[in-house]
């Protein structure tokens, strides 16, 4: 089995860029959630914990399985931790055999990232050019990066109310193409933004902004509001806007739609992508793809970070499958010690 | 995150040997079943493909979380693979990271067998003193020295389709203790039999032997009925016996109960351990352990095996977890490469 570890991810990314990493995903994603009846879908597996959740994600068609352990401890940054972390695996249906372990914290943030842009590139409208990053945590560049891939993104509003990372976002974001505009205030921050994206910590009920400090025809996409209890925005934006799931199943139990009616929801991102909903239909509408993190997403990169990793010839042979002369005898194991 | 890969994991068990191994994971199972309401349980999460299953089977309590990747595909053996293989992950609740990453082929192996012979020394006659193995498949040793710990076996009946199994299992067998008698037939095999272990690998409902066939005070152990559709036993052996399970709300999906009511159900083995629920109450009366495989016996196992490579200095480091000054700054992987 190959493993793919941090070192090793990296290694591919200074090969390819992030820029042909952030395209290759989307359009990767974009292709699975267009053939989504060929998928074996289900909600995540939540355990919660008293400080934050442990999730098992799996997700497959009928020739690759993957799932993804992720946790979510928001209080992990104050003992200098990461508040997520995950590890994913890739195996063939055929014979069940695991062929890929990767490290998968970079990868949820690439990945969470592109659905955002995915999303964005449906609801957001085509002359968006400003975008507001509201939480400049670990995941922030990696969101404002991919959505400049689907719109011409001049400038990048954004706050947090940890000022250390809002001077960490504007550090790393320097030089790649988008003005930065720090405010002390998500209201400032939002107000001029076609596109808002919104990606907070805490594990609460937050009410970051409401309908009324929208820009007439901003798209929103929702990534903090995530699991139970835990969401971001005012819910007066609900019922007022074209609303988008990746899972219905999944989301009403995790998403922003947990303080809303399930009939809020305009309809699942592959019946926008696929074309049998609408996705935005006029300059004034308020968009929001309120995304909770679908194991889809972690099946799409996990392949493709495997094909990619073949082709650039990346990663380590691991032994943490038997091999064996006689499949049987898995007690041989034991016996004669080469 | 330390990595436990086959090579370590023998060199654990020789460095401890396979009975020691056998009897602490007995006593961790034991412990752990006993304490069964601290746990957070939930059926294994279970993919069906063409030609076999994916299973992930995730258990914690408050302080540690693990879970298990397992395929099962009959049809591997023919091609040369192993039907089941298996991965294991452990990681702490407090913040969720991963610490082990383990082969578990071998250890699921192990823990299924040491999980037989702690039902076996609650529900088999005291005076057991012949076992029977039906299926010398990869499971066949381990089952049979796990049940050579709770009682003293002087005679191993044995029987398989496959005759090449057969030589496997005496040629691993010989010198451990035990008279090895092959058979045949099943029924030859059981005929005096005090415990009888089944462990075949068909996805049908198979019919081993009846009820009419066995000792009186026979107790059975049933490895192989443990997924939809695929079962052992006849039917009639159900609701004449004392039937102990795992988890009943798996079990009734997976076991030998799928071919009959729920209510024939005596209990949950955990409450037998802690003398909520009798075992074997008379020489006389057939017991049967419908163990189909349930999550906390893979937590107790890794939890044992994390605490034994720290005292023997076993495993290797991997870099699958980002290490950052700053946690909320993921994307300095991305710029600064070391």
Redesign the interface.
């Known amino acids: 089995m190959k ?1 793919i ?3 090793d991810l ?1 290694e591919l ?2 090969c390819i860029g ?1 820029g042909r990493l952030n395209r290759e995903v989307l359009s990767a994603m974009e292709h699975d959630f267009a053939r989504w009846h060929e998928f ?1 879908l ?1 909600p995540r ?1 939540v ?1 919660y ?6 999730e ?1 994600m ?1 997700c ?1 068609d ?1 020739e690759q ?1 993957s ?1 993804k ?1 992720v ?3 928001p209080k ?2 104050a ?5 997520v ?1 995950a ?1 994913g ?1 890739l ?1 063939d ?6 062929k890929l ?3 998968m ?2 990868l949820t ?1 690439i990945r969470t990232a592109a659905m955002g842009a995915l999303g964005a590139k449906y609801l957001a409208r085509d002359n968006s050019t400003d975008l507001a990053v509201i939480g ?7 969101l404002a990066l991919a959505m400049m891939e689907v719109r011409t993104i001049k400038r990048i509003h954004y706050h947090d109310i ?1 000022t ?2 809002m001077a ?1 976002f504007e550090h ?1 974001m320097q030089g790649l193409g988008a003005e930065l505009i720090p405010y002390d205030s998500v209201e400032q921050a939002i107000k001029d933004a076609d596109i808002i994206t919104t990606a907070t910590a805490a594990r609460c009920q937050a009410q970051l902004f409401g309908y009324g400090h929208l820009k007439p025809g901003a798209h929103i996409h929702a990534v903090g509001g995530d699991s139970e209890g835990k969401t971001e925005l005012n819910p007066d934006i609900l019922s007022n806007c074209k609303l988008v799931v990746e899972f219905l199943e999944q989301t009403k139990d995790e998403g922003e739609i947990q303080n809303a009616l399930v009939d809020v929801v305009h309809g699942e991102i592959w019946e926008i992508i696929t074309g049998n909903k609408p996705g935005r239909e006029n300059a004034r509408e308020i968009t929001l793809f309120d995304a909770v993190g679908f194991a889809l997403e972690d099946y799409s990169i996990l392949k493709l970070v495997y094909r990619l990793a073949h082709e650039y010839n990346i990663g380590q042979e ?5 091999a ?1 002369e ?10 004669d ?1 080469k």
């Open positions: 493993l570890d941090v070192h990296r990314i200074s992030i074996s289900s597996h355990t914990c008293q400080d934050g959740v442990i098992l799996p497959s009928n399985y799932f352990y946790n979510g401890h992990n940054t003992a200098g931790k990461l508040s972390v590890v695996l195996a249906m055929v014979d069940g055999y695991p372990l990767c490290e914290t970079l943030a400049t945590g670990a995941q922030s560049e990696f940890d250390k990372a960490k790393n691991i032994s943490i499958l038997p064996l006689d499949p049987k005898d898995l007690f041989s194991l034991l016996k010690k």
